[in-house]
């Protein structure tokens, strides 16, 4: 395939020096969940800028979606640019440097504040083509994505992610047929991810001084028992629920037990924080059943074991077809950009969640494809975090995501909307 006369112009308005200051910009703004306000305001004037339209939509006080809207003439699809603005906390430096010449490094810009200077300049490179969509285009910036739930003492806006933003998005405003969403999926069109079940596993103890312990109950080494389960289970589920491509995990997160400060005391608690991916459209009612028959085999094993559990937060996931309009047109996007098939997502990549559950649920055709999540210490390598410095993206994969984003909104845009869905 070759590019036609519309898609060179569109892309020749690309311009890569605003691209790069625009995600070390956003990197440079400190963004944890519960404080995204900063980043959002950035945002708002930012988009602002390109002469839309701009809501603050209040979630929560100090917590707001940012959306702008590109109107189109309304009978083509309406497409939504995804991303949330808070960060996992601890991956990276609170500030942007670059390395190795082309590398942006920075708490958040895999993951994935890079996505946004993208979605910007996809926008910018349509508009200054002339292109009059015949659909409404929004760019938003959700708050409170990051896979994190209130649980015990754990609580307020900084525990308030997994998809807290989102959801408010999908239920006060206008749906949208097609969601892009920008999570480092290493420049690959991820078709699906997976969902979550957050678990609270404890063991209670009796206090009791070091001194005396042989009078206590150790709630640490009752935990000590329940772990290698929990990860032997991790095989057992997977057979449960078996998925073409994808590969569901189990993880054990946190631990937390006992008095840090008073540690010659025998535990009286142990808390174990337990993540059981979900695959799209699990039954969740029978994971939480094979969840009990889980805790209930060890307790009958271990009479004085006494584990207890608690769900304290659930999303399904999401899937739709490999050969779907959208799918098709991204990978046809990024062959014409790099001259290359893109790489499929390997089966654990899938159990990575992402907000684009929320709008599946309602309907929308939704995909993962993003410029971060390629490594940069391993050549066609993809992952995660970078072993020195975090979170990681490199420029020319802004520029490559920026021009696929522009050449897959040409495509949307330019359709009405029984073309595409």
């Known amino acids: 395939m070759t590019m036609d006369a519309l898609q060179e112009r569109v892309l020749s308005f690309l311009d890569k020096e605003e691209l790069v200051q625009m995600t070390k910009d956003v990197v440079n ?17 930012r988009f602002a800028d390109l002469g839309l339209p701009v809501q603050k939509q209040e979630v929560e006080p100090g917590r707001n979606n940012i959306i702008a809207t590109w109107n189109g003439s309304g009978d083509g699809p309406d497409v939504l640019f995804l991303g949330h603005m808070d960060y996992a ?20 810009a895999s993951n994935m504040k890079s996505a946004f200077p993208c979605y ?27 896979e994190r739930a209130p649980i015990g003492a754990h609580q ?74 929990i990860r032997a289970w991790e095989s057992e589920y997977q057979e449960m629920f078996p ?3 994808m590969r569901p995990r189990v993880n054990v997160g946190a631990i937390e037990g006992g008095v840090p400060q008073n540690p010659p005391l ?7 924080y337990v993540d059981v991916i979900l695959l799209p459209g699990t039954d969740i009612l029978a994971v939480k059943r094979e969840v009990r028959s889980l805790v209930q085999r060890m307790n009958d094993r271990d009479p004085d074991l006494g584990l207890e559990w608690e769900i304290y937060m659930v999303a399904n996931g999401y899937e739709i077809g490999h050969n779907e309009y959208l799918p098709s047109l991204a990978r046809a996007s990024h062959r014409l950009v790099t001259g290359q098939e893109p790489f499929e997502p390997e089966a654990e990549r899938f159990g990575v969640s992402s907000d684009n559950h929320v709008f599946a649920d309602i309907g929308a055709a939704s995909i993962t494809y993003g410029p971060a999540g390629i490594s940069r210490v391993v050549p066609g390598g993809h992952a995660a975090y970078d072993p020195v410095y975090g979170e990681v993206v490199n420029t020319d994969h802004l520029e490559i995501c920026a021009k696929v984003y522009a050449l897959t909104a040409l495509d949307l845009l330019t359709k009405s909307r029984e073309e595409v869905m």
């Not at 308030?160 to 998005?169: E, F, S, T």
């Open 29 to 45: 703004i400190d963004s944890p969940t519960g404080g995204e306000e900063a980043i959002g305001n950035y945002l708002a004037t």
């Open 89 to 108: 906390p601890g991956i990276g430096k609170p500030e942007a440097q670059m390395v190795d010449g082309n590398w942006i490094a920075g708490i958040g």
């Open 120 to 146: 910007y300049m996809a926008t910018k490179m349509l508009m200054k083509a002339g292109i009059q969509p015949r659909g409404d285009v929004r760019l938003a910036g959700v708050v409170g994505e990051i």
């Open 156 to 229: 307020g806006a900084e525990c308030r992610g997994a998809g807290y933003g989102a959801r408010y998005l999908a239920s006060h405003g206008q749906p949208p047929d097609i969601v892009i969403n920008g999570e480092p999926t290493g420049l690959r069109v991820q078709i699906a991810n997976g969902g979550y079940m957050f678990i609270r596993m404890t063991t209670r103890g009796v206090v009791q001084h070091a001194s005396y312990r042989q009078y206590g109950v150790d709630a640490l080494m009752k935990m000590e028992k329940v772990l290698p389960e």
């Open 243 to 245: 998925h073409p491509f």
């Open 266 to 272: 025998v535990a009286a608690f142990c808390h174990a």
